[in-house]
Nanobody
C-alpha cells in the first residue's frame, strides 16, 4: 500500500524559508513523477512543483517565480520542496503526490494518483 507522509510545515513570517519533506513507502518510486500541490481555504488545489522520476525534469507553477525548488532523493524515497521568500499568499495545506505511471506528463494534475495527508504552511505578514 502506497503511503506518503509530509513534514516540515509550520508558522513563519513573510520572507522566511521552509523545507517540506515527503517520505514515500509501499513500493519503489524512483521511476515515478512526484509533485507538491497546495490548497488554501475556499480555493482549488493547485500544482506547485513537479519532478520526474530521475529528477532530470522539473515543472514549477508561475507563482513560485524562482522562490521554490523541488528535489528528490530516490535512495530515500523522499521528495523535498525548498521554499524561500515566503509570502502570506503562500499560506495553504501542502500535499505531496506520486504519479500513476512513469510515462505521464509531470505537469498535469491528472498524472497523480497517490496523495499524502498534507502539512500546513502559514505565513504571517
Amino acid at each position: 500500500q502506497v503511503q506518503l507522509v509530509e513534514s516540515g510545515g509550520g508558522l513563519v513570517q513573510a520572507g522566511d524559508s521552509l523545507r517540506l519533506s515527503c517520505a514515500a513507502s509501499g513500493r519503489t518510486f524512483s521511476a515515478y513523477p512526484m509533485a507538491w500541490f497546495r490548497q488554501a481555504p475556499g480555493k482549488d488545489r493547485d500544482i506547485v512543483a513537479a519532478i520526474s522520476g530521475s529528477g532530470g525534469s522539473t515543472h514549477y507553477a508561475d507563482f513560485t517565480k524562482g522562490r521554490f525548488t523541488i528535489s528528490r532523493d530516490n535512495a530515500k524515497n523522499t521528495v523535498y520542496l525548498q521554499m524561500n521568500s515566503l509570502k502570506p499568499e503562500d499560506t495553504a495545506l501542502y500535499y505531496c503526490a506520486v504519479g500513476r505511471s512513469p510515462y505521464s506528463s509531470i505537469e498535469r494534475g491528472s498524472t497523480y494518483a497517490y496523495w499524502g495527508q498534507g502539512t500546513q504552511v502559514t505565513v504571517s505578514s
